[in-house]
């Protein structure tokens, strides 16, 4: 569905805002915003694939 994708996008967005306060000092998060940055890219760039395989799942089911 959309949501993997649209919370991959968030996460890319609150990882690297993360990631610039903590490198300004004013937070100690720097392991969770690279974590966040890191599976957000993953969700962004993997969900197409995964959007491939199940249409072409249900495609192979439907005898298309």
């Not at 690279?34 to 993997?46: E, Q, S, T």
């Amino acid at each position: 569905s959309g949501l993997g994708f649209i919370l991959g996008i968030l996460g890319i967005c609150f990882g690297s805002i993360g990631l610039y306060y903590s490198s300004q000092g004013k937070a100690t998060n720097k392991g969770m915003s690279i974590a966040g940055l890191v599976l957000g890219i993953f969700a962004v760039a993997f969900w197409p694939v995964g959007l491939m395989i199940a249409t072409a799942s249900v495609a192979g089911v439907s005898g298309r």
